[in-house]
Nanobody, 118 residues
Framework: QVQLQESGGGSVQARGSLRLTCEASGYTINWYCIGWFRQAPGKEREEVATVDKNGNPNYAPSVKGRFTISQDTGANAVYLQMNSLKPEDTAMYYC????????????WGQGTQVTVSS
């Protein structure tokens, strides 16, 4: 059974940093594309970053240059390093798995809250 679990969220001041972790169980993390998404109250879900099976990253324009997505096959996890955080980054962050990065996302974690204060 494929499962994903996020951790690492919290409250931070603007310009601070957080690292989110997406741990996988039931499969090896680089068998699939893993994506990080976020959703703020009253807003649509936004794709933040993805990493494909080969470790190639892709970023939303709103986070490019500030966020870094990476795989750790030893830990069977994907990280999202978030630097220079802004209040508009405040949201619930989710990770998800897909067979390919443009295929439907078939597995989602429960989410971890990130709150950035000004």
């Amino acid at each position: 059974q494929v499962q994903l679990q996020e951790s690492g969220g919290g409250s931070v001041q603007a310009r601070g940093s957080l690292r989110l972790t997406c741990e996988a169980s039931g499969y090896t993390i680089n068998w699939y594309c893993i994506g990080w998404f976020r959703q703020a109250p009253g807003k649509e879900r936004e794709e933040v970053a993805t990493v494909d099976k080969n470790g190639n990253p892709n970023y939303a324009p709103s986070v490019k240059g500030r966020f870094t997505i990476s795989q750790d096959t030893g830990a069977n996890a994907v990280y999202l390093q978030m630097n220079s955080l802004k209040p508009e980054d405040t949201a619930m962050y989710y990770c998800a798995a897909a067979f390919e990065c443009r295929a439907p996302w078939f597995e989602w974690g429960q989410g971890t809250q990130v709150t950035v204060s000004s």
